[in-house]
């Protein structure tokens, strides 16, 4: 639908919405009750397996041991049992293929009896291990179609749950997804493998600060999600918003986010409904959401869970990705993910809390209260700074997307230069070691390492310094990079492995200490402190990462600056990364490139959808809008002259030169769009330098006609009106 007359009904539609239910009760069900209510948890395995199976399943969920398949077929019963109980006909492994996006097939528990009746059935074999036809999702050569079959194989570590619909419910299995070789095909898969390698490095480490724990050691993730809504009857008459998740044109609204009155506002009623029933059903799931919250950007909103295991963490928040969608249509509205729906306002980003740790021992980037602990957190800290330094350029590399490049840079998320943020204390902390005088932090007289405690570290209360991509946050590092329709197990998956890089040669220079005494070993971390610092503090920045003088000073220091897409992803098959990779078993030379290709793949489909859009928006929508306004000028023109006026009329001429202007820009666009070739690297160098400027042109002239031709003849809902009607 479009035409002025869909914008009309799209505002009568949002003045007269009603909702379509009776608030949620919370009184009648509490939220502890509700919490977890749909999920095969802990509590559940241990009320319903026998005590044998659920001793071996917890051996593998919570240490990390080996699965013991035979307890499979006892587990699934249970499962099953549980699921029919709770209203569930069917199940389905879920999978997180390399489209970023959350996969599903269903099945039906019931098979003929044989009888003319029927029964539920599910079998271990069946939990572990499932067949999807998955010959059209990506797999960048690894897999010819001939032999598509991938499989998915159960993560006993993430736990099944029920998913609700009206009609039905259906048990969710999370599935890690391979290739018949056993190559990897999604996001889960390189980060249960990053997380086994860091956990082995960082166990070395904590070892030699006489530290044991019989928990693995992994990633904490904290994702704060940002998104936006708008009401769903625009949407429906702006292809572009529908098709592309953006808006490819628009002139900017005379009211923006220059007051910031949306930030931390009072929340608007129907996005507080909506609000509410999206925790409650995530609630249901085990997802612990916490903070909700108006967002810089008219109509942006932010949704920001308690911190979790990695591998739980991501998997939630594909949940939270998928019930924000569902749950906002309900109300009327679309959620948009895009990290950059609207030009000229803020962006969405996805702000990854990352730290190290497990439940003896809390988050290892907490500084502590001992001499001791400090010693063992300026290790980790200095670990995780050396990793940015040497493979800050992978880092950066899993965060590219056509949409992400949007915002990188754009002085409303970092730069595409990856440096940390220590706050004024820490980053003097490590200046002292560097200078190996380590007499006198800002705070204390004079500091000896495993002797000592840190000056107090403030807890960030909030952005302070909104403009690094990776900020030291009191108890994690805060990598901000990330876009808001990303998943979370990419950039986990680089800054696992990099972790496990730099303690691995922590550990290895600790040991060749040897047999030593505790101030031995002290001045020996001592030192080795010293010696990072003075090789890598170049990646520390507390200063404006939006300035220009620090782009200047960067390339001074000789960080990377990859600014798009195109010029990052190359990064994944580079000789360093692919030693990085290969070295702890997270990702085959063959599995990065083919990751590599899909990603480059998904820019240049991403970006010749969007030109095509532009292209048929300008002719079929813009065009007919704008001609029509000039018709009615001219005909006023002629009429003035004919009763003698002489008659010039500068709207006339604006709209004409724009229109005309545009008409060029598009045949451009369309032309530079039917010319390809080359491989996929050169095919994305492509759409980035040509085809996006080209598809700018266009949008200008015709953001300049939106803003002259008369209201009453513009089709496309304005800014104004998506941003500002709720
Ligand atoms: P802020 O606005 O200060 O960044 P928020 O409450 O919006 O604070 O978000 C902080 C996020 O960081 C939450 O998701 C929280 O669970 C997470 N977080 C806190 N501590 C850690 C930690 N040690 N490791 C990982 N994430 C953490
Ligand atoms: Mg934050």
């Known amino acids: 639908m479009s035409g002025i007359q869909a914008r009309l009904n799209a505002i009568s539609a949002i003045i007269n919405y009603q909702p379509s239910h009776a608030p949620l009760n919370f009184s009648e069900t509490k939220p502890t009750d509700v919490f977890g209510s749909n999920v095969f948890n802990d509590k559940i395995m241990k009320e319903r397996l026998p005590k044998h199976v659920y001793k071996s399943l917890k051996n593998t969920i919570a240490f990390g041991e080996k699965l013991d398949a035979s307890v499979a077929d006892v587990v699934a019963n249970a499962m099953k049992d549980w699921a029919i109980e709770k209203g569930a006909t069917h199940f389905t492994h879920v999978f997180y293929p390399l489209t970023g996006l959350t996969a599903e097939k269903h099945d039906a528990f019931l098979v003929p009896d044989g009888d003319g009746g029927a029964m539920a059935e599910f079998s271990g074999k069946l939990l572990i291990q499932g067949e999807p036809d998955a010959s059209s999702f990506p797999s960048g050569g690894l897999r010819a179609t001939f032999e598509a079959r991938g499989y998915t194989a159960w993560d006993v570590t993430s736990p099944a749950y029920i998913l ?388 200047k000073e960067a390339a001074k220091r000789g960080l990377p600056n990859l600014k798009t897409t195109p010029e990052a992803l190359p990064v994944l098959t580079s000789k360093d990364v692919v030693e990085l990779f290969t070295k702890y078993n997270v990702l085959s030379e063959a599995e990065l490139k083919s990751r590599q290709e899909i990603y480059l793949e998904q820019y240049v489909k991403t970006v010749a959808t969007e030109a095509n859009l532009v292209i048929r928006m300008a002719r079929t929508v813009i065009f007919p809008a704008a001609m029509r306004y000039q018709g009615q000028l001219a005909e006023t023109c002629a009429s003035m002259q004919a009763i003698g006026h002489d008659f010039k009329m500068v709207t006339l001429e604006e709209v004409t030169t724009n229109l005309r202007a545009m008409q060029v820009e598009v045949d451009k666009l369309e032309k530079l769009l039917a010319h390809e070739g080359g491989d996929t690297l050169t095919h994305a160098k492509y759409m980035c330098d040509k085809v996006l400027p080209a598809m700018l042109a266009v949008r200008g002239y015709a953001d300049a006609l939106e803003s002259v031709v008369a209201d009453d003849l513009w089709p496309l809902p304005s800014y104004q009106e998506m941003l500002f009607i709720r």
Not at 255 to 276: A, H, P, T
Not at 431 to 445: D, L, R
């Open 164 to 551: 609700e619909n009206p009609n039905g419910t259906f048990l969710c299995i999370p599935t890690a997804f391979v290739s018949w070789t056993g190559e990897a095909l999604d996001k889960k898969t390189p980060l249960l493998r990053s997380q086994q390698a860091l956990n082995k490095q960082a166990k070395r480490v904590l070892s030699l600060f006489g530290v044991n724990t019989k928990l693995p050691v992994g990633s904490y993730a904290g994702p704060e999600q940002e998104y936006f809504l708008v009401d769903r009857n625009f949407v429906f008459s702006r292809p572009d918003l529908l098709i592309a998740g953006r808006t490819l044109f628009g002139a900017p609204s005379a009211k923006g986010q220059e007051f910031e009155d949306q930030y931390f506002g009072v929340i608007n009623r129907r996005v507080l409904s909506f609000m509410m029933e999206v925790e409650r059903e995530l609630f249901k799931l085990g997802v612990p959401v916490k903070t909700r919250h108006n967002e810089v950007a008219p109509a942006q909103f932010e949704i920001a869970p308690i911190y979790e295991q990695g591998n739980l963490a991501t998997d939630h928040n594909q949940l939270v990705m998928t019930t924000l969608r569902s749950v906002a249509k309900r109300y009327g509205m679309i959620c948009l993910l895009h990290e950059k729906p609207f030009a000229g306002i803020n962006g969405s980003g996805k702000h990854l809390n990352y730290s190290l740790g497990n439940a003896e021992l809390g988050s290892l980037f907490d500084p502590g209260e001992t001499p001791h602990s400090n010693a063992q957190f300026l290790v980790f800290c200095a670990a995780a700074l050396r990793a940015l330094h040497k493979h800050g350029a992978l880092l950066r590399a899993t965060v590219a997307s056509a949409s992400n490049d949007h915002r990188l840079g754009a002085n409303e998320a970092p730069p595409a230069i990856m440096s940390a943020y220590l706050g004024e204390q820490l980053a003097d902390v490590f200046e002292q070691i560097k200078k190996g005088e380590v007499k006198g932090s800002k705070t204390k007289g004079i500091m000896n390492i495993g002797v000592d405690t840190l000056p107090p570290l403030p807890m960030d209360p909030g952005d302070r310094n909104r403009t690094s991509p990776f900020a030291f946050t009191g108890n994690r590092f805060e990598f901000r990079a990330v876009g808001s329709s990303h998943s979370i197990a990419g950039a986990q998956v680089a800054l696992n492995t990099m972790m496990a890089e730099s303690l691995d040669y922590v550990a290895t220079e600790l040991e060749k200490l040897g047999k030593v005494n505790k101030t031995q070993f002290n001045e020996g971390v001592q030192m080795l402190l010293q010696k990072i610092m003075k090789e890598h503090d170049a990646v520390i920045f507390n200063g404006d990462g939006y300035s220009d003088a620090w782009h």
